[in-house]
Every structure is written in C-alpha cells, then in structure tokens.
C-alpha cells in the first residue's frame, strides 16, 4: 500500500491551471523530488499537501487517512521553507522546542528531545544563541530540527538549500539525506536544480506547466528522457531537431535526437568536426564543436593541460548508435 497517495489532483488560481490530474504514490520512507522550472507549480503542490492551500479536486491520502480537507495542524506534516522563519528573539533552543510547547509536551520530555534533535543536525553547542548569531546553513538546519522535533509523518522541503551558498548547499544537502535515511522519514523536495535531485533522491517527479512529464529514478531520468522538455532539463543533452540528425548522422532521421555530451569521442577515424570553444569545468572539459554544420557540445575528462584542444583543432568524432535517443 502506499503511504502517501495523490489521486487526480487539480488546483486552479482563478481561470489560471497550475496543476491538473497529478497522480502519484510514494512509499513509507522514500525520498521523492519534485524538479522543474520556476513556475510549473511545484510549490504550490508541496503547499497543497500541507494543507496551507486546497486543491480543487481530487484526494490526498496519508498513512491510509484521507487528508485532503484537513487543516495543516491535524495533518501532522513538517515543512521547511526556502527562507528560513525562526523566531528572532527566541534562543535556538527555544525555536526547536516551540511545537513541542504548543502541544504541551511535559518540560523533561522537551529538553530531552530538543538536545536530541540538535544533536541531530549536529548544534548541540549552539542551544543558546540567537538566529542573528547563526549562518544560513545554521537556520536552516534549525528550522529543521523544529520540523522534526514533532515527529511528523511526512516532512516536506520547499528549496530549503537556494539561499545558501555551494559548498554549504552540498554539505547541508548529504545532512538532510542522512537524517532522513536514519530517521526513516518520508520526505519530499523542492527544487529547480536537477544536480541537488540526481545526488539527492529516491525517485524524482519531473513537472512541466502543471503536469507530472517523468515519475523515474535518477538514473532513469538521466539516460533515459521520454521528451525533448526532460533531455532538455536534465544533463546538458543536445538536442537536434531532424534536420540537424539527418546531416550529422548522415542518415534520414525523422523525429528529434538527444545525445549526451559525454557519449560522444574525440577518435582517430569518425565524423570531422572542428573546435570552436572550450570551457574547463573542472575535471571535465566541455567543447563546443562544429560538425556538418550542427554545432555541438562534447565533454573529456581533464586529465592534463596537454591534451587540452585549442580552438581552431581539427578532430574525428565518434559518436555510439546506441546514445543516440529519438525523442518527441
Ligand atoms: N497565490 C497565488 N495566486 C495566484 N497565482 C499563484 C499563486 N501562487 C502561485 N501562483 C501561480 O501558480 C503557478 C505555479 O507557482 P508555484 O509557486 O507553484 O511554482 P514553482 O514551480 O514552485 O516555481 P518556483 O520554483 O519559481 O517557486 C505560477 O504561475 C504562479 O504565478
């Protein structure tokens, strides 16, 4: 059975869709992304399963229990926003214990729980400072230890990292993987950046204009995009229109080609091409290279400055039947 079900859901703003017949289920424990471009309704997806907006028609069914007209405080969910709410003149300590305090929770019980989950996203020494005394990556890892000091059913994450900068991005991301994976808990993600879903998830739900396009795994998601909007989404495929894949091909092609710049070889024998522009993305370079009048994108790996490839080289491409998708 799964643990969370969302039956034909529909949610309209006035005459405005923004999203229609979404149908998911998720299991006890699963770690699922939502992912998309700046508008296609991801948030107030994440929102409408907290309860914090309605949706217009269809069920959301948690642990068995239907939800959908549930105020948020009956549903027992967690959530995490991009930007994080503490309350400023409110200890650390003090902002992790304040759903325990609404609940009345006996005071041993809260002191016990609030050092477990500092302990938890690992601020055990930070218990009495202020949110102005913190980093970004702090308050957010305060604001998630408030969510799960309750012991929510589902914890929901909407961009929790887009304020922060790379590196602790990275950091705080494998924290929240971690604590999810440890605590069991069923969580869903926000975001817009498909790098933070590939590394981060169980399963991702590709959105596009209000529709579920790819409910896959990373991998899946990665290798095998089913349209020209998922290839163009995820990694940095080109995508060739018939035209474009009939000549470098040398091949009638009747439906678009998506190929990965990573599966395409600089070889001794091949297809002629010549290299307009290099950029060093750190271990990997990526060319951007002209070939039978298609311009396209191919990645090595940087092993050394001496096999770097000047603008101007002349180079043989290879380019394997089998990664080359036919799309939509
Ligand atoms: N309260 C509202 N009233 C009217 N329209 C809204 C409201 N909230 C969201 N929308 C519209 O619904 C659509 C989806 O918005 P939503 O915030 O869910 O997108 P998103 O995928 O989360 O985008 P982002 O990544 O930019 O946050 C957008 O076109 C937005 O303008």
Request: proline residues 4%; contains cysteine; aromatic residues 6%.
């Amino acid at each position: 059975m799964s643990y969370l079900l969302l039956q034909d859901l529909d949610k309209r703003y006035g005459a405005t869709p923004v999203f229609s017949q979404i149908e998911c289920r998720i299991a006890q424990g699963e770690f699922i992304t939502l992912l998309g471009p700046s508008g296609c309704g991801k948030s107030t997806l994440l929102r409408c399963i907290a309860g914090l907006a309605e949706v217009d028609r269809g069920r959301i069914m948690l642990d068995g229990e239907n939800i959908t007209h549930l105020p948020p405080q009956q549903r027992h969910i967690g959530m995490v926003f991009q930007h994080y709410a503490l309350f400023p003149n409110m200890t650390v300590a003090q902002n992790v214990a304040f759903g325990l305090r609404m609940q009345q929770t006996p005071e041993h019980e809260t002191t016990r729980r609030v050092g477990e989950m500092l302990e938890l996203v690992e601020l055990q020494s930070y218990a009495d400072r202020y949110p102005r005394q913190l980093s970004g990556g702090q308050c957010q890892r305060v604001a998630l230890a408030r969510s799960l000091v309750t012991r929510p059913r589902l914890l929901l994450l909407d961009e929790p990292l887009s304020a922060l900068d790379a590196r602790i991005r990275r950091h705080l991301r494998e924290q929240i993987r971690r604590i999810q994976h440890e605590l069991q808990l069923t969580t869903i993600f926000v975001t817009h950046d498909q790098e933070e879903a590939l590394a981060l998830s169980d399963r991702i739900l590709l959105m596009d204009k209000g529709s579920i396009v790819q409910n896959a795994d990373a991998e899946t998601l990665y290798t095998a995009p089913v349209n020209t909007f998922a290839a163009g989404f995820i990694g940095h495929y080109n995508l060739l229109d018939p035209d474009a894949a009939s000549r470098l091909l040398g091949e009638i092609r009747t439906r678009a080609a998506a190929i990965r710049p990573e599966t395409i070889r600089f070889a001794d024998t091949g297809i002629e091409g010549m290299v307009r522009q290099r950029s060093l993305l750190g271990n990997v370079v990526r060319y951007q290279v002209e070939a039978r009048g298609v311009t396209l994108q191919v990645d090595a790996l940087n092993r050394s400055s001496a096999d770097l490839l000047p603008a101007g080289s002349s180079v043989l491409l290879q380019i394997d039947p089998a990664a080359v998708l036919e799309l939509d």
